[in-house]
């Protein structure tokens, strides 16, 4: 008879939440850290992401968490250790309505309590920093400096390989399939591959949170909404440090991919679900946000393009906590779609949560349970 696999804590999901929270739990010390990936790491999610960072958001815990990575991102180089092409070239949030700068003022005006070098902005001010853009019809616009973008797959793996050095073990090609439970605690998880003995899970499964939260009675509530981009063809005469430019009354992005742009938007149109073809459907409405805002790229041919799952929740925050039901269920996820940016503050999270400290921010008020108690907080900076 073969010996049952043993691990302290059990990871399920190997996106960026996962890989940094086997990193930050075996820097701490940790041992027989397990992760279980079933298909490459990063594949989900993460690495269909746009890459963006940034800290303006309008809700506090937001702010934090992201003021908190954007420190990570900027030192990763050293800790991991991993070249992860930051291009800090800043956030710009175009504003087309009155209500729209009011919104962002308040937004502004605590992002800079918290510290964020965040502005308003005229709109002339904004073609400045974004010269692709026609600033007809805006209002003004919102920029950080400290925000900006870098490669999703790099993070990922200077985690993985980070957390590798120190002992944890990341299975890829092996699926969770069940947790088992035993008088309101946890005992395994069951895996294609044979079963995990273990007392603890984090789940960190994006947009298929909520099945993992169902194997332990949990709600996750977590719908997965796929969202397309599209890489350019080169855009003559990019400036260097061309921002992270959102179009926010149409949701229309884009920021530098080498010598071309990658293009975002999303499609309210588009029915939940874990779709990952890519189609046209949304391309007329991408086309008519683009001859508004910068008709300049209508000439601009298309290499490539991908499409991912958003992980929505019903007001757009993440969740994170560990549930009182059942003994050492944490988790981690329901982002909408900021959850790449997050990652290194939320892995050392989920680390403080598995070690009973207190977290290096409190996440309290993204507990799941929020939603029974309706003491939700929308996050209204998202697009």
Known sequence: MTDVEQASVVIVGGGVMGVSAAFHLAEAGVRDVVLLERDTLGSGSTCKAAGGVRAQFSDRLNIELG???????????????????????????LLDSADAVAAFERSVALQNELGVPSRLLSPDEARRLSPVIDPGGLHGAA??????????ESVVL????????????????????????????ITAVRTDAGPIATGAVICASGAWAREVGAWVGVDLPVTPLRRQVLITEPV??????????????????????????????SDPDEQPGFALHTDDAWLPRLH??????????????????????????????????????????????????HGFLMGPAVGEV???????????????PFDARRFATAATRPELNII
Do not use: K
């Open 158 to 185: 200077g985690y993985a390989t980070a957390a590798r050095r120190l002992g944890a073990r990341l299975h890829t090609g092996r699926a969770a399939t069940g947790i088992e439970t035993r008088d309101g605690r």
């Open 67 to 93: 003021l908190r990575s954007l420190a990570a991102f900027r030192r990763f180089r050293e800790r991991p250790g991993q070249e992860i092409d930051l291009h800090e070239v800043g956030y710009l949030f």
């Open 236 to 265: 003559p005469d990019l400036p260097r440090n061309l921002p992270m430019t959102l179009d926010f009354g149409t949701t229309f992005y884009f920021h530098a991919e080498g010598a071309g742009l990658l293009i975002g938007m």
């Open 288 to 337: 008519a946000a683009i001859e508004r805002r910068a008709p300049r790229l209508l000439d601009v041919g298309v290499r490539s393009g991908w499409a991912g799952l958003y992980e929505m929740t019903p007001d757009h925050n993440a969740l994170i906590g560990e549930d009182p039901s059942i003994s050492r269920f944490i988790y981690a996820t329901g982002f909408s779609g």
């Open 350 to 364: 989920l680390r403080d949560l598995f070690l009973d400290v207190e977290p290096v921010v409190d996440v309290s």
């Open 143 to 152: 920029f950080s400096p400290t925000d900006g973008h870098c490669t999703p």
